[in-house]
């Protein structure tokens, strides 16, 4: 059964109904069972600044430190986002989480907000969180690429590339237990592959040159978009439970 404060939680979220895992059309969905710390199997796989006086940042220029990291992204030009971005946004949350969310991209209002994961798509990320007692704060939630790419088009893979190193570095910094990485163009980067997102959500994941386990599940945004597909959302956060607690 579940408690009474994941039952709210989940009324929070949105999931008022479960269904069978077969009869959801973009993959699964299965009933709600309450939290456990039994560890999941993994399975390898492979605020707005504006410096304009200041010159471009140097793609030699060491990013061991976070002051390096933010710095270098806020002198970045080394892709044409730059030129359509309101500001670039690093990522929020506590630099030494074990736990961090990646997404595609900043979209118009966190371009406006300088902060990933605002607006509906992040009041729903906050829910899920707190659906496994977390909050915002005490996660690091980031993108693929810092600035936002116009008409939300997805990142090109040539501007994905470029602003790797920056998410590596950030990985590097935080060193985090677990990563959940939210929609295709999160997942697709991260692990190099272009297998659908509904096939990604069936399994663990492992962030290629690393130990890093990475739980691949539904943007936000889709979620919104796809109410039934809330119940598989449950499901990966109930696998980042036990992996933060195992
Ligand atoms: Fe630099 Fe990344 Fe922005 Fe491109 S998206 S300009 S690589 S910070």
């Not at 979220?13 to 895992?21: D, F, N, P, S």
């Not at 061991?64 to 044409?80: F, G, K, L, M, Y």
């Not at 506590?94 to 798509?121: A, T, Y």
Request: neutral net charge; proline residues 8%.
């Amino acid at each position: 059964m579940l408690s009474p404060r994941q039952q709210h939680c989940l009324k929070a979220i949105g999931i008022r109904r479960w269904v069978e895992r077969a009869s959801v059309t973009e993959s699964a969905a299965i009933a709600p069972a309450p939290l456990t710390t039994e560890s999941p199997a993994i399975v390898t796989a492979s605020p707005a600044i504006e410096e304009p006086a200041l010159p471009p940042a140097t793609l030699d220029i060491s990013l061991d430190s976070w002051d390096a990291v933010n710095h270098s992204i806020q002198r970045c030009e080394a892709c044409q986002l730059t030129s359509n971005c309101t500001q670039k946004v690093p990522g929020v949350g506590d630099q030494k989480s074990d736990l961090m969310i990646i997404g595609e991209g900043p979209g118009h209002d966190e371009d406006i907000k300088g902060e990933p994961f605002v607006g509906r798509s992040g009041q729903l990320l906050d829910k899920m969180l707190a659906a496994i007692g977390l909050s915002r704060s005490q996660v690091f939630i980031t993108n693929i690429v810092k600035c936002r790419p116009p008409n939300n088009r997805d990142p090109h893979v040539d501007e994905v590339q470029a602003c790797n190193r920056f998410l590596r570095a950030q990985i590097d910094l935080i060193k985090p237990k677990v990563i959940l990485s939210s929609g295709r163009i999160s997942a697709h980067s991260l692990l190099n592959t272009t297998q659908p997102v509904g096939r990604l959500i069936e399994t663990m994941h492992q962030l290629p040159d690393s130990q890093i386990p990475v739980k691949v599940t539904y943007h936000p945004a889709y979620l919104l978009r796809n109410p039934s597909a809330k119940a598989i959302a449950w499901q990966d956060l109930k696998t980042l439970y036990r992996i933060l607690h195992s």
